[in-house]
């Protein structure tokens, strides 16, 4: 039973490009979780998304990002135009089922550690 | 807004030492939950334990123990006998009931265990 499968590990880009980083969850889980950790920082919460519903997306930067999990496939996180200070590790999380706030026990992918050049 | 506090940054201890990892949290949430994750050099994290607000039991898994106190907002971690294979960053966490699905995290303890 896989568990939570990000790709690509690394991703180097130059200032100016775009970044897409893909999730998919581990089977049976239909809730998704991106949080970004910064160099030497803990995680900090991005966005919490279902098929094909935004849930919660109130630790977005307002501009260049965006996230989406559609019906079919993996959820992307897209990041356009990336700066410097988008270097970080992106980690996707998925849970089953919503067991209420603050509840679910998140499973973690291996993150990916985004680069800019 | 909720806090996670992890005041350590960094501990380096020696084989089979006992070692605490600190967890302090600032909430007004009357429910909530609170969670630790390991992160080894490997990089993803790995999952310990979720404890919910109404129940400050003590929790012990093997060489792992907690240590909960609704009275001083801490969570704390033990490792008995500490290996090696200890040597990790460790995250506390925090979910409440008016953080909705986000997970308010520590800054974390780097954990290096030497032999």
């Known amino acids: 039973n896989a568990g939570v499968m990000q790709n690509p590990r690394h991703l180097v880009r130059r200032r100016g490009q775009e970044a897409r980083l893909r999730c998919s969850p581990m089977?049976?889980?239909?809730?998704v979780y991106w949080y970004r950790q910064l160099p030497e920082e803990g995680l900090k919460f991005m966005v919490y998304?279902?098929?094909?519903?935004?849930?919660?997306e109130s630790g977005m930067p307002k501009e260049r990002f965006s996230a989406e999990f559609p019906k079919e496939g993996p959820s992307i996180l897209r990041i356009q135009q990336v700066v410097r200070g988008d270097s970080a590790a992106y980690f996707c999380?998925?849970?089953?089922?919503?067991?209420?706030?603050?509840?679910?026990?998140?499973?973690f992918g291996a993150g990916s550690r985004l680069t800019v050049l | 807004a909720q806090k996670v506090t992890q005041a350590q940054t960094e501990i380096s201890v020696v084989e089979k030492e006992d070692v605490t990892l600190d967890c302090v949290y600032e909430?007004?949430?009357?429910?909530?939950?609170l969670f630790w994750y390991k992160q080894p050099p490997s990089g993803e994290l790995v999952f310990l334990i979720r404890?919910?607000?109404?129940?400050?039991q003590n929790e012990i898994s093997g060489r792992y123990s907690w240590n909960f106190q609704k009275s001083t907002s801490s969570f704390n971690f033990t490792i008995t006998a500490s290996q090696v294979v200890d040597s990790a960053v460790y995250f506390c966490?925090?979910?409440?009931?008016?953080?909705?699905?986000?997970?308010?995290f520590g800054e974390g303890t780097q954990l290096t265990v030497n032999p």
């Open positions: 909430t007004r949430d009357t429910t909530y939950y």
């Open positions: 404890r919910n607000s109404f129940d400050e």
């Open positions: 999380a998925s849970s089953p089922l919503g067991q209420g706030f603050g509840a679910n026990v998140l499973t």
């Open positions: 998304l279902q098929k094909e519903n935004i849930i919660d």
């Open positions: 966490a925090y979910g409440g009931e008016t953080s909705g699905s986000r997970l308010t």
């Open positions: 089977k049976g889980h239909s809730h």
